[in-house]
């Protein structure tokens, strides 16, 4: 372990997590958490991006003088509080953040992501293995990603969560107080968690990137207090304030209804990064204007779902139409394409709002929500339907709105196998367990390619897993692309007048 120790304190120093003066104080903290009584430095000339080969050697080792039970959980944990004894203190790293802010906004967020990768706290080599490619469909080049980077739960791991006993502290994954968290069990460990504070509109806001990125710069944005997330006026002022703030970054929000949700409802918090969706490309296809508010262009977008897109330099005028539209649609009903505001008190409308910069100005695109559910539908009307649920079965979240789909895991064997049961001619693969889900829709997407070849294979059946996730949203658009949603989607924005 002595050679371990001394790579991974010239990786820390090499990331600038820890500086020259720290290096005693952080051997000894690494020694304490091995519980190692002896240490002798040595030089080590390597230069690394991350520092998961040292931690396996380190976690192999924790196991096997039995520190650790040897379970994906555990050693999670334990890598974090390995990682954590190289780390600043919040104050300096917020310090750092503010210095760099000072020159640019980007520096600040490439420092700032540069350190959270370097930490662990983003475990960017679990992210590596996702599987992600691109989809042409007519709405744009669609993100698929199958997503790997969250290992399974080891059974071992699941028998302690249950017999841990409840605790509320902290309330959810999403509060502030996870910073520097040991973890638990049924919680992850967050030692190696920094929090960059903001103010939005005078209240406590704190910024943070995602664990499992899903995008380039995947953050956060979290309300200091947990509260409930609630779509409302206040939503539209953080949202352009935090795009003032970071005018590189998107933001948004997920919806504030369940089944549209697709979220963490019981804390308010946004999610933004530095990463062009497919919405963003998609043009206006109809431009509409609203009595008192000439400074705003808006119009409906060429997409999927439905989405209505203001465009302005005038914040007060772009967030006060935005007010007016979430109000209206809070509270409109249209039978004719089964769009109910509720049904015996409970709401179902709601909006997913998107916010970035285009130039000077500021652009809201605000998606068209509904949650209802009936007796042919039982997750959701307007949810992916049971013809597509062998792909994506989900909550359509923020995310996947925006053009990116974050598949299960299953996927990735999925196509393998079924790739070697077309190429062997295969007819059917409803008698395979794993692949009778997807049977119906083998035979379809069989006929369609009589092409297909062992080259060509992997690319055809990828575009028909894209192709599918264009339908998905397609379920989730309240008002469909055909005469009669278009008509209804000019019946609302009229009543919005």
Not at 211 to 236: A, D, Q, W
Not at 247 to 254: C, R, T
Request: aromatic residues 8%; proline residues 5%.
């Amino acid at each position: 372990m002595n050679r371990e120790i001394n790579r991974l304190l010239n990786f820390g120093l090499q990331q600038g997590l820890i500086k020259e003066e720290d290096y005693c104080y952080a051997a000894n903290r690494l020694l304490t958490v091995l519980k190692i009584d002896e240490f002798e430095p040595e030089q080590v000339e390597e230069v690394l991006p991350v520092a998961d080969g040292i931690l396996d050697k380190m976690l192999d080792y924790a196991a096997e003088k039995g520190l650790i039970e040897n379970t994906a959980n555990e050693r999670d944990l334990f890598d974090t509080a390995i990682m954590d004894c190289l780390m600043p203190r919040p104050s300096e790293v917020i310090a750092g953040f503010k210095a760099d802010y000072a020159q640019s906004p980007e520096l600040a967020t490439d420092n700032y992501y540069k350190l959270s990768i370097a930490s662990n706290y983003i475990r960017k080599s679990r992210i590596d293995k996702n599987v992600i490619w691109k989809t042409a469909t007519e709405y744009g080049d669609l993100d698929i990603t199958i997503n790997l980077s969250k290992p399974e739960k080891d059974p071992r791991d699941i028998a302690k969560a249950k017999l841990m006993k409840s605790s509320s502290y902290p309330k959810c994954l999403l509060c502030r107080e996870n910073e520097g968290y040991a973890g638990r069990a049924n919680h992850p460990a967050r030692q190696t968690h920094r929090l960059i504070p903001l103010d939005l509109h005078g209240k406590s806001w704190f910024l943070q990137y995602s664990p499992y990125t899903y995008y380039n710069e995947h953050c956060i944005i979290l309300n200091g207090e947990h509260v409930p997330m609630k779509i409302s006026r206040t939503t539209f002022e953080n949202l352009t304030q935090f795009v003032t703030i970071f005018p590189h970054y998107i933001a948004g929000s997920n919806a504030d209804l369940p089944i549209v949700g697709g979220s963490i409802l019981s804390h308010d918090h946004y999610q933004g990064g530095r990463y062009t969706f497919a919405m963003a490309k998609a043009p206006v296809e109809k431009e509409y204007s609203f009595a008192g508010f000439p400074e705003v262009q808006a119009g409906r977008v060429k997409w999927p779902m439905s989405a209505l897109r203001l465009t302005s330099e005038n914040l007060q005028q772009l967030i006060d139409l935005a007010d007016k539209i979430l109000t209206k649609w809070r509270g409109y009903s249209d039978e004719a394409v089964g769009i109910l505001a509720e049904t015996k008190g409970e709401p179902h409308n709601t909006i997913t709002p998107i916010c970035r910069r285009a130039g000077k100005a500021y652009q809201l695109d605000l998606v068209l929500r509904n949650n209802r559910t009936d007796e042919e539908n039982p997750l959701g009307i307007f949810h992916p339907h049971a013809n597509v649920h062998h792909i994506k079965k989900e909550n359509i979240g923020l995310i996947e709105v925006m053009g990116l789909a974050v598949l299960p895991p299953r996927l990735k064997e999925n196509m393998a196998l079924i790739a070697e049961a077309w190429l062997s001619g295969k007819e059917s693969i409803e008698d395979n367990e794993k692949l009778a889900v997807h049977g119906a829709w083998y035979k379809e997407i069989k006929a369609k390619h009589p092409e297909v070849n062992a080259d060509n294979v992997e690319s055809i059946i990828k575009d028909e897993i894209g192709k599918v996730f264009m339908q998905v949203l397609t379920d989730a658009g309240v008002f469909k692309r055909d005469t009669a949603g278009m008509e209804a989607f000019d019946r609302f924005v009229a009543s919005c007048q």
